[in-house]
């Protein structure tokens, strides 16, 4: 789904729950107005009982249905059945009215206005204002002063409509800005504002939520010697290093949860429960960040990896990962090393820091060395 229809979607579905209770109260200050209606209009005259149930029925349901309403299409059908009864049900008593054409009027006046900014669309409003105008007007046809006066009276139709439609208009835009500013407001609260993936607290709420239900491997990463790119050519290109190194960590299909915990080092979870797929996994990741490079240096990360299969609280799987990694860091950087669990041990760590000691690293870049030669 393309980005401005999903912030549609979610933009009415807020405000489906936004305005849900709402409606759900206006349309129960509706019934009890019709009942105060109905015991002021019929005070000195017998209830006609079978069709004020019926109209009652008719406010009930739509109030249940408002109420239970699960979608937005939902509560407008809840909507337009409350406001069909609420409609018949005060022409019902204004039939017993000496003058009913003032009544009418007022009464069409205060449905149309006060209903208004409750409909998310537009068209509904006007259909639903149509209805409650047509219904409510067929009460007054008798009044011949008042229809010899039907233009006065079609510019207060018109003016009613047009006040209405103006207050919805108002209140979705509201809606509107309040949803966007909210949405910006959780964009920083909860997005790294240079790199664009998740800052810490995302990462660590999300998951929080996965896991464990969700298995799968924690990969801990640093950018290697990144204070020396800072010192050698300023911030500006250590910030563009966090941007590349970022863009590639969260742009591996393997990679389901990417966030930056803080500085130069970020955190990964992979669904991947196979520890060979997970190796396969961290030497792609170094060797794509190896062929990033900036003012001629080459980049290369370290990784602390741990499995997270349920055994392992996530605090201590954070804590493990830090242990990896500063494993990774201590033998020689630029690989990844595994955490020291009964499954995984890491015999040859010293050996090979002892070989690759002795490497000469190349000319104006970093030390690297192939990821691939490391031991699990």
């Given at each position: 789904?393309?980005?401005?229809?999903?912030?549609?979607?979610?933009?009415?579905?807020?405000?489906?729950?936004?305005?849900?209770?709402?409606?759900?109260?206006?349309?129960?200050?509706?019934?009890?107005?019709?009942?105060?209606?109905?015991?002021?209009?019929?005070?000195?005259?017998?209830?006609?009982?079978?069709?004020?149930?019926?109209?009652?029925?008719?406010?009930?349901?739509?109030?249940?249905?408002?109420?239970?309403?699960?979608?937005?299409?939902?509560?407008?059908?809840?909507?337009?059945?409350?406001?069909?009864?609420?409609?018949?049900?005060?022409?019902?008593?204004?039939?017993?009215?000496?003058?009913?054409?003032?009544?009418?009027?007022?009464?069409?006046?205060?449905?149309?206005?006060?209903?208004?900014?409750?409909?998310?669309?537009?068209?509904?409003?006007?259909?639903?204002?149509?209805?409650?105008?047509?219904?409510?007007?067929?009460?007054?046809?008798?009044?011949?002063?008042?229809?010899?006066?039907?233009?006065?009276?079609?510019?207060?139709?018109?003016?009613?409509?047009?006040?209405?439609?103006?207050?919805?208009?108002?209140?979705?835009?509201?809606?509107?800005?309040?949803?966007?500013?909210?949405?910006?407001?959780?964009?920083?609260?909860?997005?790294?504002?240079?790199?664009?993936?998740?800052?810490?607290?995302?990462?660590?709420?999300?998951?929080?939520?996965?896991?464990?239900?969700?298995?799968?491997?924690?990969?801990?990463?640093?950018?290697?010697?990144?204070?020396s790119v800072n010192d050698d050519f300023?911030?500006?290109?250590?910030?563009?290093?966090?941007?590349?190194?970022?863009?590639?960590?969260?742009?591996?299909?393997?990679?389901?949860?990417?966030?930056?915990?803080?500085?130069?080092?970020?955190?990964?979870?992979?669904?991947?429960?196979?520890?060979?797929?997970?190796?396969?996994?961290?030497?792609?990741?170094?060797?794509?960040?190896?062929?990033?490079?900036?003012?001629?240096?080459?980049?290369?990360?370290s990784i602390g990896i741990v499995s997270?299969?349920?055994?392992?609280?996530?605090?201590?799987?954070?804590?493990?990962?830090?242990?990896?990694?500063?494993?990774?860091?201590?033998?020689?950087?630029?690989?990844?090393?595994?955490?020291?669990?009964?499954?995984?041990?890491?015999?040859?760590?010293?050996?090979?820091?002892?070989?690759?000691?002795?490497?000469?690293?190349?000319?104006?870049?970093?030390?690297?060395?192939?990821?691939?030669?490391?031991?699990?």
């Amino acid at each position: 789904m393309p980005h401005d229809q999903a912030d549609g979607a979610d933009f009415l579905h807020q405000s489906f729950l936004e305005l849900r209770p709402i409606a759900v109260y206006l349309q129960m200050l509706g019934v009890f107005a019709w009942l105060a209606s109905l015991l002021f209009s019929h005070r000195y005259r017998q209830v006609d009982s079978l069709n004020s149930v019926l109209v009652l029925l008719i406010m009930l349901a739509g109030i249940l249905f408002s109420s239970l309403a699960s979608h937005h299409r939902t509560l407008l059908l809840g909507m337009l059945l409350n406001l069909a009864g609420l409609t018949l049900g005060f022409r019902l008593n204004i039939m017993t009215v000496a003058d009913p054409a003032p009544w009418a009027i007022s009464i069409a006046v205060c449905i149309t206005l006060t209903m208004a900014p409750v409909f998310h669309r537009t068209p509904a409003f006007l259909l639903a204002s149509s209805g409650i105008w047509l219904l409510m007007l067929q009460s007054t046809q008798g009044d011949q002063r008042l229809w010899a006066q039907d233009s006065w009276l079609a510019l207060l139709v018109f003016i009613c409509t047009t006040s209405g439609l103006m207050l919805n208009i108002l209140f979705r835009r509201l809606r509107l800005r309040d949803f966007t500013l909210r949405r910006e407001l959780e964009t920083l609260a909860f997005q790294d504002a240079l790199t664009g993936i998740d800052n810490r607290r995302s990462l660590l709420e999300k998951l929080q939520a996965w896991y464990p239900a969700q298995m799968g491997h924690f990969l801990m990463v640093d950018i290697d010697d990144f204070k020396s790119v800072n010192d050698d050519f300023g911030h500006d290109v250590g910030d563009q290093v966090l941007q590349e190194v970022a863009t590639v960590l969260s742009r591996h299909p393997e990679v389901s949860l990417c966030g930056r915990l803080g500085g130069e080092e970020f955190g990964l979870f992979t669904r991947l429960t196979d520890h060979g797929q997970v190796h396969a996994l961290a030497c792609q990741l170094i060797q794509q960040v190896n062929q990033c490079r900036i003012q001629q240096r080459q980049l290369s990360i370290s990784i602390g990896i741990v499995s997270m299969d349920g055994r392992i609280g996530l605090s201590a799987a954070l804590r493990e990962a830090d242990r990896a990694l500063y494993q990774a860091k201590r033998h020689g950087k630029n690989r990844h090393v595994f955490a020291m669990t009964a499954e995984y041990t890491v015999p040859q760590l010293a050996t090979q820091a002892r070989m690759e000691a002795k490497k000469k690293p190349p000319q104006g870049g970093l030390s690297v060395t192939r990821s691939d030669s490391q031991a699990s």
